[in-house]
Nanobody, 121 residues
Framework: QVQLQESGPGLVKPSQTLSLTCTVS??????????WSWIRQPPGKGLEWIGY???????YYSPSLKSRSSISRDTSGNQFTLQLSSVTPEDTAAYYC?????????????WGKGTLVTVSS
């Protein structure tokens, strides 16, 4: 059973870079055909897919967030990380990491519990 756990600061100031880490257990982030995503949900709104890093290290981002997003990984620690630059209060959301067995932005197979990030001065 794959488990995912998000971690990072709960409060970020405007214009700074948001950085979150997802620690994976019960499976390796380099397993073939595993795609590791970041997804967020602003208060009162729907889910928004941010991007994924695949088992080979390739990345793919939502066009709307591509210019500010970067997903990387630490294979020795079995973790992957999201960095979102130049944040504004509109980036306040619950952030989730997830695993998909397909290179898709929907239909995740496993989810972390999520972590709330507030952007405020």
């Amino acid at each position: 059973q794959v488990q995912l756990q998000e971690s990072g600061p709960g409060l970020v100031k405007p214009s700074q870079t948001l950085s979150l880490t997802c620690t994976v257990s019960g499976g390796s982030i380099t397993t073939n055909y595993y795609y590791w995503s970041w997804i967020r949900q602003p208060p009162g709104k729907g889910l928004e897919w941010i991007g994924y890093i695949g088992y080979s290290g390739s990345t793919y981002y939502s066009p709307s967030l591509k210019s500010r997003s970067s997903i990387s990984r630490d294979t020795s620690g079995n973790q992957f990380t999201l960095q979102l630059s130049s944040v504004t209060p509109e980036d306040t959301a619950a952030y989730y990491c997830a695993l998909n067995f397909r290179p898709e932005y929907y239909g995740m197979d496993y989810w972390g519990k999520g972590t709330l990030v507030t952007v405020s001065s």
